[in-house]
């Protein structure tokens, strides 16, 4: 066994996570942190679960009103989670 030049952990992180195929999980880890990040802390509080799936990120709100009063900013909170998780990954966000 040939011992091979010492490499830097932030040189082999990528590879590993490309690899291992956990760049999706972190990649959907990445967006529901978004979306706390761009709501304020009503609807934060009120989001009870949140997933991906196909780029459409589901949010289940349990207030009805607050359901109501954010569906008009949807587009909004999707550019903005765009803006930080990188363009075009989340197509639509549906409120349940």
């Not at 990528?14 to 195929?21: A, D, F, N, R, V």
Request: aromatic content about 8%; glycine content about 6%; some cysteine.
């Amino acid at each position: 066994m040939e011992r091979q030049e010492p490499k830097l952990l932030k040189d082999l992180l990528p590879q590993l996570i490309q690899e291992s195929g956990w760049q999706t999980g972190l990649l959907h880890a990445d967006i529901l942190d978004a979306w706390d990040r761009v709501v304020d802390e009503a609807v934060r509080l009120a989001t009870v679960r949140k997933y991906v799936k196909n780029h459409i990120l589901y949010c289940h709100i349990s207030s009805s009103a607050l359901r109501f009063m954010i569906q008009g900013s949807l587009d909004y909170y999707c550019k903005k989670i765009n803006q930080i998780v990188g363009l075009g990954t989340i197509k639509k966000i549906v409120l349940r």
